[in-house]
């Protein structure tokens, strides 16, 4: 009863703090629930399917499950015969896709899907659609398509396949997307079976559909063909490969955000409260004299803090549901959710966002319980900021500590890989602007000194007095200066980063491929042997994914690339980079069995272990090897070599030039690069601002009796409202200052790593609007906070 008296008589004191776990747990719940609501859905291509046989599955090379191994023709057959006999299946089909889009008016129609629109007939089972019109399609130049491409029955249609453009005649449409071939003519195209659906009797078990269809399968280890059988939403687990991509850049970019919220919560909300309770020595001075322990004051404390993250949670959580229509249209706006994503609120986002929000509070009041219980009884004498002199050992002793992980972790920017280089970064600004408000009280002083030094030659009191409660005060004025850190380090370092890339990666690419022309597909998720034929040199990769058992018994799927270089074209041999030969355990001259896309083993001479290169492949084998194994493989970009003629006469190809290249390469992603960074930003800033403002604004309230001794003394309303925007003015530079520093060494570190990947000259570069716009924000906020708080208190005692 005590604690909730405690909240209630001191609302106002506890105000910053709940906002701030009000705004932090609306985020982390909005992310929440937009991820829940991503997650994984049964395709309609699916819906009519009892339940999916799928083979067994691969790990890669850190060990996570991946792709899963296709049953080879031979594999399928006695599968499907099996699968056929379960008691309550209607019929089996053997699933497969490939690469199939229509060519109207000599382009590509659009199709995000295109690359596993082909199918053969039998799969119409599996949604099911209807045949519309026509029939079915009986030989290998007969199609069915989708009655929305607007081809009729009997006409001809030109179909983009691997191969390259092939006349269909149009045999008949049905009520779903796709193009549906006859089954011979698919099995050609992928020969692979990846899923085998099951399509059910009416009125049969699901369940007892599936259970018959494990017992078929078996386990591998006992001579079965091994895999698995899901039904229901199980099914969700055959996803096309441009909705898992648009889901994982969604998941990364909602990471994102949850991870710099949770940071930016504990941050700010440890800072208030540390604040709010260093203003409240007095009172904690005079419960110690009337016989309150350490143990009590700390239980307080803490009490306090939990009742404030219990309110702020449930209001957080409130505010957050209503916010998730917003960010899931932000993040369709910039194409990352699934298609038909909804918005589901289920218990455990809310949950978990409330125990986050919390356990912050909690964990954020811990030290400043902690420095409440060590107050004497003889502290309810003196002035509450008395204890506001000095550094902690504790707090020197953290505040090193964390200096020096942010150190290494900011060297450690230069020299990590490329796909961690800008996690390290962030890192490191982390760390680094933690230890820079633990150490602010040192720089808070000295700072304020020079920063008035130039006011005092006028005679002013103001400059003065402004210096006087930095000096007599910096542990206050730490506290004040956290949020402002923690605003413009991290708006310095994102639009810092993405500022540096838009400049390193163009240039190193460019570098390169200086010289040479670039066919790239345009409107066609890759190019046909059509469009390679057409440009008979140059590097012409064609990617795969194959299989491979190491020496534990586990199979690996690897990207292995087809080559026509020929220095690694040889038959029957492979080239290893060193690093995937390490970690596959072979050696040059050793042997090892690749197992292809359409279920087939071939045994690789291991013909040269060479040092990594990305540009020619980690697992190199002849080009006409993979095409033969997997025919519906697509091709890289086409690089064609100065002094030889490229053609782009096919259709859905384009040609650049390296310059060009670089920077569309670098487009494809920039755009939601630059949406994730001005993301985050306005989420660092947005949250540090309304600290800054309530912190000033607590601030402002504590110091009522100065104003008050100040304004007996003859100061006016306009002096004291001068004096509280000097103040704040004074604190926000210190913080802007701080916050530029900290973030340096991670943006050097990544200027130099990305020096060393793209071989070319990459100096630091910032976004000054968006720092600017950081700072200004942060000091409107401060200066607006501050003097309202102190107008509105010296108006009142005035009255």
Known sequence: MLILA?????????????????????????????????????????????????????????????????????????????????????????????????????????????????????????????????????????????????????????????????????????????????????????????????????????????????????????????????????????????????????????????????????????????????????????????????EQVRRMILGEAAVVGVLGSIAGCLAGVAATPVLRDILRGLDVTPPGMGTTVSAWPL????????????????????????????????????????????????????????????????????????????LATMALVVAAALLAPVFVGPVGRVLTAPFRRRGSAGPLLIRAELVANPRRAASLVAPVIAAVGFAVLLSGIVETMRVAYPAGEALKVAGQTIVTPAGTPGNTDEAVAANPVGKAALPTRAFITTTAGKPTVLDVLGTRDPRWNQPGEAVLGTRTATDLGLEQGQSVTVRFADGASVPLRIGAVLPDDPARGDFVVPRDLVRAHDPAALTDDIFVPAGTEASDAVPGTALHDAAAYALADYDTDARLTDSLAAMLIAIAVGYSVIAVANSMAMAAHGRRRDFAVMKSAGGTVRQLLLLSVGESATVVTVGAALGVLVTLPPLAGMASGLSQTTSAGVGLHLNTAAVATAIAGTLLAAVAAGAVVTWRTVRGRSS
């Open 6 to 294: 405690n909240v209630r008589a001191r609302w106002s004191g506890f105000l910053g703090a709940f906002i701030a776990v009000l705004v932090g747990v609306a985020l982390i719940t909005t992310t929440l629930v937009v991820y829940d609501s991503s997650r994984p859905t049964v395709q309609p291509r699916y819906a009519g399917t009892a339940a999916l046989a799928l083979p067994p599955q691969a790990v890669d090379a850190d060990g996570s499950r991946a792709d899963r191994i296709p049953w080879s023709g031979a594999e399928a057959a006695p599968l499907l015969a099996g699968l056929d006999a379960v008691p309550g299946v209607a019929a089996v089909v053997a699933d497969r896709s490939f690469y199939a889009q229509a060519i109207v008016g000599g382009e590509p129609v659009t199709d995000e899907g295109a690359l596993e629109a082909g199918h053969g007939w039998d799969s119409t089972l599996t949604a099911p659609y209807r045949l519309v019109s026509g029939r079915a399609p009986s030989g290998d130049r007969e199609v069915v398509v989708d009655r929305a491409l607007g081809a009729a029955a009997g006409s001809e249609l030109t179909v983009n396949i691997t191969a390259g453009r092939e006349r269909f005649t149009v045999v008949g449409t049905v009520d779903g997307p796709g193009y549906y071939f006859s089954e011979a003519f698919a099995a050609r195209q992928q020969p692979g079976v990846s899923a085998i659906a099951l399509i059910a009797d009416p009125g049969a078990s699901a369940d007892a559909i599936a259970a018959g269809a494990k017992d078929v399968l078996g386990a591998e280890d006992a001579g079965g063909a091994g895999g698995t059988v899901v039904s229901g939403d199980g099914r969700a687990a055959l996803q096309p490969a441009y909705i898992e991509h648009k889901r994982f850049l969604g998941v990364q970019l909602i990471s994102a955000m949850a991870l710099l919220g949770l940071f930016t919560t504990v941050f700010v909300v440890a800072s208030m409260l540390v604040l709010a309770t260093g203003m409240r020595r007095r009172e904690i001075g005079l419960l110690r004299t009337i016989g309150a322990g350490p």
């Open 351 to 426: 949950l978990t966002a409330c125990a986050i929000g919390v356990g912050v509070s909690v964990t954020g009041a811990w030290a400043a319980g902690r420095k409440a219980a060590r107050v004497a009884p003889i502290e309810a004498l003196l002035d509450s900021r008395s204890a506001n002199t000095a550094m902690g050992r504790g707090r020197w002793i953290t505040g090193l500590a964390v200096l020096g992980a942010g150190a290494v972790l900011a060297v450690g920017t230069a020299t990590s890989t490329a796909d961690k280089r800008i996690n390290t970064a962030i």
